[in-house]
């Protein structure tokens, strides 16, 4: 009884808060009349297609990863995906401004937006756990990546008629730091006491403010710096596009297509290196919940990247250029208001996004809103993803000229108490923003 009282309570603090009009597809301000003004727009959006319940397990009256001797390698190695992989984007939207025009609406937009990835092969885990002679293990899809840029947008959108509108916005896109670690050749080998790797790999490092030194060999000395490690000048500049499309047909009922991040950075990266090189190490097997701890693993995670870097040594290249995707989304909606009673609406989403093949993800989710116009708006939604059942909520409450909206949606299996670590598979959003209608 007391959890479902709490998740009433909840649901109507969140429904004080959020969802307001929704203008990430560009064509979604034809029809508007008035112009806005949206302040600090916060987005953040975390994924992962495995969780923590993957990789602890019982032994005794402790937790112990899936490589302690305890653990058979099926009970292990059976809950892993082929590729397992993590996902984050923050989108901060400093400032945007829309304006009726003679025909169509305009609007201007400011914005940040980071976002970083990790993809890790099945046979990462499976060397580390049987130490199998089927050796060497190709584990080339292993990647990683992390990009700050700034966004300045202008979009306009158009009527065709009544019931047809189309939009799209262009995005200058300005490089702010990037780190991308592309492999060309990843291998395990395997032996009873040891497991080695050679690599083949570009390390792609931006940061115009802070340079790091090399030795007299020419190799990266990742402990040598010079400069300051603030966010200097630029390092980057593109291009990208949003495209949508709105129908009504009939009296009640909505369709729309977006397709959002069409583009790309040119990035200079000062800081590059080709790496080439063996690493040999003998496993993690006694990693347990004690070294899990955050003044355990930080020390853990360090002796591991000093030995990498001893071994693995990055040969640093000259200054060069590189153009690279951003995250692209594409997604379909449709909504239909009941004919009894207009402010009840029921609406379906389908949504997919992904960068340049590391965690790519689709999702379809039903839901219902109640919307009163002028007061306040709120709304439930549930369905499945790449990673199982999904769900969220959403609102907005209006006062004077203000509209104050939030919306949070996420997955199902919880997280580690006072770690906020997952449990499962998960894909989690919030958004939170602030809008002004002018009159």
Request: charged residues 20%; contains cysteine; proline residues 3%.
């Amino acid at each position: 009884m007391k959890k479902t009282v709490l998740f009433i309570l909840c649901f109507f603090a969140l429904s004080s808060l959020t969802r307001a009009q929704d203008f990430r597809n560009p064509a979604q301000t034809a029809f508007l009349e008035k112009g806005f003004v949206r302040i600090g727009e916060y987005n953040s959006t975390s994924r992962n297609n495995v969780g923590a319940s993957s990789f602890l397990f019982p032994s005794g009256d402790k937790l112990v990863t899936g490589l302690h001797a305890s653990v058979s390698a099926d009970a292990f190695l059976g809950g892993l995906k082929t590729l397992s992989s993590l996902y984050s984007q923050i989108d901060y939207n400093l400032v945007s401004y829309g304006w009726k025009g003679s025909r169509g609406f305009h609007t201007v937009e400011i914005g940040v937006k980071e976002n970083s990835g990790l993809s890790v092969p099945k046979e990462v885990f499976l060397l580390l756990k049987t130490g199998t002679a089927s050796s060497p293990y190709d584990l080339s899809a292993m990647r990683a990546f992390g990009n700050l840029y700034g966004e300045i947008a202008y979009g306009y959108s158009l009527p065709l008629s009544d019931k047809l509108s189309i939009g799209g916005r262009a995005k200058l896109l300005v490089g702010l730091n990037s780190v991308d670690v592309l492999t060309r050749k990843f291998e395990f080998s395997t032996t009873e006491q040891q497991y080695v790797l050679d690599l083949d790999a570009d390390i792609d490092l931006t940061n115009r403010n802070k340079k790091i030194n090399t030795d007299e060999e020419g190799y990266l000395n990742y402990a040598s710096f010079t400069g300051k490690g603030r966010l200097g000048i630029p390092t980057g500049a593109g291009l990208a596009l949003d495209l949508g499309l709105v129908w009504k047909p009939f009296r009640g009922f909505t369709a729309e297509a977006s397709l959002l991040d069409l583009g790309g950075i040119l990035w200079y990266y000062g800081n590059g290196g080709k790496s080439s090189g063996s690493y040999t190490f003998e496993g993690l097997k006694d990693l347990g919940m004690e070294e899990l701890k955050e003044e355990n693993i930080g020390e853990k995670l360090r002796e591991l990247r000093d030995e990498v870097l001893g071994v693995v040594r990055p040969k640093a290249v000259n200054g060069y250029c590189k153009a690279k995707a951003i995250p692209l989304t594409a997604k379909l909606g449709a909504s239909y208001s009941m004919p009894f009673w207009e402010p009840l609406s029921v609406n379906a989403t389908g949504l997919y996004t992904g960068y340049r093949f590391c965690a790519p993800y689709w999702e379809a989710r039903g839901g219902a809103e109640v919307s009163l116009p002028g007061i306040a708006s709120f709304g439930l939604n549930a369905g499945c993803g790449s990673y199982g059942f999904v769900w969220g909520v959403r609102s907005s409450v209006n006062f004077l000229s203000f509209q104050l909206y939030a919306s949070y949606e996420n997955g199902v299996g919880g997280t580690i108490p006072y770690e906020s670590i997952p449990l499962k598979a998960n894909n989690k959003r919030l958004v939170v923003g602030l809008l002004y209608l002018i009159k």
